[in-house]
């Protein structure tokens, strides 16, 4: 079975466009959260969805929105893109939106803001 | 949300088994305990979860004591490609799981 697979691995852009990042869970997984990752610092939480739903939010502007797919893929959308917005972006999925499963993370987009 | 705290590095030498301990004094009794392991440029990879006393599998052991006010992760005979990042978690809902700084191990040859 495929693993988390996110889309692109790379990208760059510039202040002030908008970017879209992609992610595909495993197969049967309902459940996809989306991570944030500054260099030199721990996954900070942005978004979790679960059957198309968002069930959680942390603390990240307005500028940061997504949405899940009927097939569950999800789509992550940054606007007005600063500086301080390039980090490696981690989608994660689990069956359930429970905590007691571990999530699978996919190996992230590396977005850079120039 | 529990709070953990890590120590920020350790080190170690190839064959020696490492125990690393997270206090997290506030944790909630739906609260489960889960520790990941993340390489540089890759995402976590879930180790192991407990939520009371020891849980074992294939590559780690989690010992958690009866108040859980700290969890104990335990890599056995470690190598060089156990160097990384491990991060301790607790949450019973997977939107309010939050990874703190980690500690970062360094195995020595």
């Known amino acids: 079975d495929a693993g988390v697979t996110q889309s692109p691995t790379h990208l760059i852009k510039t202040r002030g466009q908008q970017v879209t990042l992609r992610c595909s869970p495993i197969?049967?997984?309902?459940?996809v959260s989306w991570y944030q990752q500054v260099l030199g610092q721990g996954p900070q939480f942005i978004f979790q969805?679960?059957?198309?739903?968002?069930?959680g939010r942390g603390n990240f502007p307005d500028r940061f929105s997504a949405r899940q797919f009927p097939n569950y893929s999800s789509e992550l959308n940054v606007n007005a893109l600063l500086l301080g917005d390039s980090a490696l972006y981690l989608c994660?999925?689990?069956?359930?939106?429970?905590?007691?499963?571990?999530?699978?993370f996919g190996s992230g987009t590396r977005l850079t803001v120039v | 949300l529990a709070k953990t705290t890590q120590p920020i590095s350790m080190d170690s030498y190839e064959g020696q088994e490492v125990n690393i301990t997270c206090s997290h004094n506030?944790?909630?009794?739906?609260?489960?305990i889960t520790w990941y392991q993340q390489f540089p440029s890759q995402g976590p990879r879930f180790i192991i979860q407990?939520?009371?006393t020891k849980v074992t599998n294939e590559v780690a052991s989690l010992f958690i004591p009866a108040d859980r006010k700290s969890s104990t992760l335990s890599l056995p005979r470690v190598s060089l490609s156990d160097t990384a990042v491990y991060y301790c978690?607790?949450?019973?809902?997977?939107?309010?799981?939050?990874f703190g700084a980690g500690t970062r191990l360094t195995v020595k040859p």
């Open positions: 994660a999925s689990s069956k359930r939106a429970l905590g007691d499963y571990g999530y699978t």
């Open positions: 197969s049967g997984h309902k459940s």
């Open positions: 969805y679960y059957e198309k739903e968002e069930r």
């Open positions: 506030n944790i909630a009794t739906n609260d489960y």
């Open positions: 407990g939520y009371k």
């Open positions: 978690l607790v949450g019973a809902n997977n939107n309010d799981m939050r």
